[in-house]
């Protein structure tokens, strides 16, 4: 069965820092990939995605993303954190049956210091 | 353009009374899929809807809940006998037809419902 693992429940950056947040995930095949961002009370917010060709993919808000098929990793990264980053990020997988629905890790919040 | 709307935002009820969660995807969008999100479970799907074909409902956690959507537009997912372990985030999200080759899945703002 497909999954999507997020190793780490909280990290907390400084405003200005790089930040990476890692996505492991389980399939046989070549994944579909998402990056989505849930500020408190928002619903999710697709950051990028990847479906196919080049591996390192551009999203919104400055956020990039590469994907490692020899690591089965997807792993979110930034350059330079601002205090608005501060929410939860939630990596995910399309299911490959007739609902493409999305396996979801279980999210990484990020606080960020002033 | 609108995005995917979900009404209402949040529901208080009580154990044992019924709820109805109400969801309008992006016009256009022939998918939709509603996800529940709660501390225990994180993000989890309960159904998906294509078009006329017949629904995915294999996420559903008990016959209590229900789905339907009229007119391939508007979804209302309902919980019947609603329990304390029904309280979550209830999402819904839509996208355009796999076959046309796009495949992003939209959210809406969700849907908070507390049982006492």
């Known amino acids: 069965a497909q999954s999507v693992t997020q190793p780490d429940i909280h990290i907390t950056v400084s405003e200005g820092a790089s930040l990476e947040l890692r996505c492991n995930y389980s399939?046989?095949?070549?994944?579909?990939l998402f990056w989505y961002v849930q500020s408190p009370g928002q619903g999710l917010q697709l950051l990028l995605k990847y479906f196919s060709g080049d591996t390192l993919v551009q999203g919104i808000k400055g956020f990039e993303a590469e994907f490692k098929r020899s690591q089965s990793s997807f792993n979110l990264r930034k350059p330079s954190v601002h205090w608005s980053d501060a929410a939860e990020y939630f990596c995910a997988v399309g299911q490959m049956d007739s609902s493409y629905k999305l396996i979801f890790g279980s999210g990484t919040r990020l606080l960020v210091r002033p | 353009g609108a995005g995917v709307s979900q009404s209402p935002s949040n529901k208080v009820t009580e154990k044992g009374k019924d709820v109805e969660l109400r969801c309008d995807p992006i016009s256009g969008h022939t998918a939709l899929y509603w996800y529940r999100q709660s501390l225990g479970q994180g993000l989890e799907f309960l159904i998906y809807f294509q078009g006329n074909s017949a629904p995915d409902k294999s996420g559903l956690p008990s016959d209590r809940f229900s789905a339907e959507r009229t007119g391939g537009s508007v979804s209302t997912l309902t919980i019947q006998r609603t329990q304390q372990e029904d309280s979550a985030v209830y999402l819904c999200?839509?996208?355009?037809?796999?076959?046309?080759?796009?495949?992003?899945?939209?959210f809406g703002p969700g849907t908070r419902l507390t049982v006492l």
């Open positions: 999200a839509s996208s355009l037809e796999r076959r046309v080759g796009i495949y992003t899945q939209y």
């Open positions: 399939y046989g095949a070549t994944p579909y």
